[in-house]
Nanobody
Framework: QEQLVESGGGAVQPGGSLRLSCAASGFILDGWAIGWFRQAPGKEREGVACLSNNGKKTYYIDSTKDRFTVSRDNAQNTAYLQMDSLEPNDTAIYYC?????????????????????WGQGIQVTVSS
């Protein structure tokens, strides 16, 4: 069964760091685009970072640019989201997603509808 499983979430103080992992099983993640999303209570799911199918392009929304880094380790069949300088507004459930087909407009990678496979989500809480 093809699935994505997130790990690495938890509670951290403002200014701290976390690295989320997204392990794929049942399929090879190499060649799939990766999207990281988050959903805070009462808010819509928001795309925060993307990695292209070939792993050479990334995209971040303004609020995560220069603080978050998306990557993929093909040998581990796992994608990552390194989150630094975390802020209370980053508190949310974080999801990883994978997309097999490329996009004509890469900036559309933050749209949840573009992804075929999703993880179950993991909680990230930033609080003092």
């Amino acid at each position: 069964q093809e699935q994505l499983v997130e790990s690495g979430g938890g509670a951290v103080q403002p200014g701290g760091s976390l690295r989320l992992s997204c392990a794929a099983s049942g399929f090879i993640l190499d060649g799939w685009a990766i999207g990281w999303f988050r959903q805070a209570p009462g808010k819509e799911r928001e795309g925060v970072a993307c990695l292209s199918n070939n792993g050479k392009k990334t995209y971040y929304i303004d609020s995560t640019k220069d603080r978050f880094t998306v990557s993929r380790d093909n040998a581990q069949n796992t994608a990552y989201l390194q989150m630094d300088s975390l802020e209370p507004n980053d508190t949310a459930i974080y999801y990883c997603a994978a997309r097999e087909v490329g996009l004509m407009l890469f900036e559309m990678c933050v749209l949840p509808s573009k992804y075929e496979r999703w993880g179950q989500g993991i909680q990230v809480t930033v609080s003092s």
